[in-house]
């Protein structure tokens, strides 16, 4: 058992050049010194490469999130659903139809993910990426010429194929090309982008949603293609990821790559060749300890641990009850607000995801991520039995179950809702990174179809009908989730991936993540006795 004294060192020496192991030697040394300040200085380049990339998200919030807000749009509900008294706009899709067009993205954003996790690693991501937004340009024609429930269930499912791809890329590539100081702030970025697309798709749908005729709905759709272009753009120019290159021993390219990710003004030659080296070493390290880079591999040996808790946490996203948020207008209007006030008070909900991330980013210098993801998720639970408790009221507590969502959406996106993204792009070694990615976004969507059966005869009027009283049931989940959290997720705030990898090497529990010291190069001493001032220069975390 691990004490808070404990140095813990690589147990076998890695058969690598003694050259290569002084040079990422001094690029750790080199990653760990640098102020925060320093690492935007001089990787001003791969912030705003990883931030280009990541507008895809914005993108694919808005696809996703556009067609849940139908449930409480006049003219789709004229188009698509039944007379319905009782209700905002005298009409209502029903539980079971919810529950297809929910879960319809998720099960295309499965086959995608499944897809992406191989053909990333064989391929490259930027091929990959390019031939998913081509797709994509496509299958929208499906969504805006659909004239039935079942075509927009077929639209959901054939867009979520490249939507699934999209989750895995941008995350995987955000967490590769930058440094440890900026690690936590271009993964957490993913979540703004999600919350800038469901702004700008509640934008739109509000918009739309004083009009009458199906343009009204189809709008928000045509709107889709927008993103195609610049995001091809992007694509195309942005440089390669140089753990990929590393990993298919294209060392000069990764170099390359690195210099273009890097200002010469502040990184030399030789600190890019020392940053290649650091990638070759943590390389070596992993296909050591697993030699393969299957998805079995992901379930086997020290690799297990680390794929169950990145997919426990994009799990504990819905888990944590934030899905009643996700679908507002239509939990608002159950609550008893009118068609008007339930899309404005949407658009506010909404518009937390970009307010907590930029909170998020100030409470990271100070919080581990192990901190902020339990912290956030008790106050969950704390909020959701507030509201589930006012689902008892005799009545009026309509406004103020619509300030306890805000509330709770805001928690979420300061905390679980970013932090998701940095824990799950630094937790898995790097050679399973894509494959790890994958399966935590597919553990999302199998709990985001489960889901998407059960909120919505939560909510329907004509099915189980609990309304703010569902808040009970996901305050309990989110306690559940609390308890996990305590005893599963480990620290990785100002670790390196070679330090991750002989953390879980040597079985930490995860609260002495934090405390525990890692000589990352301890073993090499031995082999490179000529490079000992250069090996032992600041290798401890």
């Not at 760990?32 to 320093?38: A, D």
């Not at 996700?326 to 939990?331: R, T």
């Not at 709770?408 to 937790?427: A, D, K, Q, R, W």
């Amino acid at each position: 058992m691990s004490h808070p004294q404990d140095v813990v060192v690589h147990h076998e020496d890695i058969a690598i050049d003694a050259t290569v192991v002084s040079e990422a030697a001094k690029g750790d040394a080199a990653e760990h010194q640098m102020t925060l300040g320093e690492a935007w200085r001089s990787h001003r380049a791969a912030v705003l490469w990883s931030m280009g990339l990541s507008a895809a998200l914005i993108m694919e919030g808005y696809d996703v999130i556009v067609i849940s807000s139908f449930y409480g749009h006049p003219a789709f509900l004229k188009r698509f659903g039944y007379v319905r008294e009782g209700t905002a706009t005298g009409y209502a899709i029903s539980a079971e139809w919810q529950s297809a067009l929910n879960n319809g993205s998720s099960a295309g954003g499965i086959i995608g993910l499944i897809i992406n996790g191989w053909a990333a690693d064989r391929y490259g991501p930027k091929k990959v990426m390019l031939f998913s937004l081509v797709l994509l340009a496509g299958l929208i024609f499906i969504f805006v010429f659909a004239n039935s429930l079942e075509m927009l269930v077929i639209a959901e499912v054939f867009c979520g194929i490249p939507w699934g791809i999209f989750q895995t890329l941008t995350t995987a590539y955000a967490s590769e090309v930058c440094p440890i100081q900026l690690r936590g702030y271009l993964t957490s970025y993913v979540n703004l982008c999600w919350g800038v697309g469901i702004l700008l798709s509640s934008g739109v749908v509000t918009a739309t949603s004083k009009h009458t005729g199906d343009w009204s709905w189809r709008l928000p759709f045509v709107l889709q293609w927008m993103w195609i272009p610049p995001l091809l753009a992007i694509v195309w120019f942005a440089p390669m990821s140089p753990w990929w290159l590393v990993r298919n021993n294209r060392l000069e390219e990764a170099q390359q790559s690195v210099r273009r990710l890097a200002s010469s003004s502040y990184v030399s030659d030789e600190e890019c060749k020392n940053t290649v080296a650091l990638m070759v070493h943590t390389n070596e390290l992993e296909r050591q300890l697993e030699e393969g880079t299957t998805y079995l591999e992901c379930f086997k040996g020290i690799d297990g641990r680390r794929t169950e808790i990145v997919m426990m946490t994009f799990a504990m996203q819905l888990l944590s009850g934030q899905n009643l948020a996700g679908q507002a207008i239509q939990f608002l209007q159950s609550a008893g607000l009118t068609t008007s006030q339930s899309f404005s008070l949407g658009m506010v909900l909404n518009a937390m995801f970009i307010i907590g991330t930029i909170v998020s980013w100030f409470l990271l210098p100070w919080f581990g991520r192990r901190t902020l993801y339990t912290a956030g998720m008790f106050f969950m639970c704390v909020v959701l039995y507030a509201i589930g408790g006012l689902g008892y009221s005799p009545g009026g507590a309509d406004k103020a179950i619509g300030g306890l969502l805000i509330l709770l959406n805001f928690v979420y996106n300061s905390t679980l809702g970013p932090l998701c993204y940095t824990i799950i792009g630094e937790i898995p070694s790097t050679r399973l990174r894509q494959k790890s990615i994958a399966l935590s976004r597919i553990a999302y969507q199998t709990v985001n179809i489960i889901c998407g059966i059960i909120n919505p005869r939560m909510l329907a009027i004509d099915s189980w009908n609990w309304g703010a009283k569902s808040g009970i049931f996901w305050g309990t989940s989110a306690a559940l989730c609390t308890i996990y959290c305590l005893f599963r997720m480990p620290e990785g705030k100002n670790r390196s991936y070679g330090e991750l990898d002989i953390l879980f090497e040597n079985k930490v529990p995860a609260w002495r993540f934090k405390s525990t010291k890692v000589e990352q190069f301890g073993s090499h001493e031995s082999k490179t006795a000529d490079h000992d001032s250069d090996v032992k220069e600041d290798v401890k975390a």
